[in-house]
């Protein structure tokens, strides 16, 4: 089992920046990737960004492109989600969720392990 906390949510005005952790702990020699989704009120949960844990390839949602980096630090099993130029329609709950069955992970089924969540807030 992997266990996944999240952190570093909040309330932000729009163009401002916050940063994302996801800690891992339990079996974590056995996570292939970890990813970010979110979900906004009455809205489906979407990928954001995914990382591969050996390599570090990342791949992002066109929605967040050029604004979002998400990274990793290996020695701290922590991933990160930094978040620049926010708009409000990035509002929502942001979950962290690790694969041990896949490298290159997109869709929600293909993860095994997911965080709580922390709101992420962006006012107009």
């Known amino acids: 089992q992997v266990q996944l906390v999240e952190s570093g949510g909040g309330l932000v005005q729009a163009g401002d920046s916050l940063r994302l952790s996801c800690a891992a702990s339990?079996?974590?020699?056995?996570?292939?990737?970890m990813g970010w989704f979110r979900q906004a009120p009455g809205k489906e949960r979407e990928f954001v960004a995914h990382c591969t844990w050996s390599y570090g390839r990342t791949y992002y949602a066109d929605s967040v492109k050029g604004r979002f980096t998400i990274s990793k630090d290996n020695a701290k099993n922590t991933v990160y989600l930094q978040m620049n130029s926010l708009k409000p329609d990035d509002t929502a709950v942001y979950y962290c969720?690790?694969?041990?069955?896949?490298?290159?992970?997109?869709?929600?089924?293909?993860?095994?392990?997911w965080g709580q969540g922390t709101q992420v807030t962006v006012s107009s």
């Open positions: 969720a690790a694969t041990s069955g896949y490298s290159d992970a997109l869709k929600e089924w293909q993860y095994d392990y």
């Open positions: 339990g079996r974590t020699f056995s996570i292939y990737a």
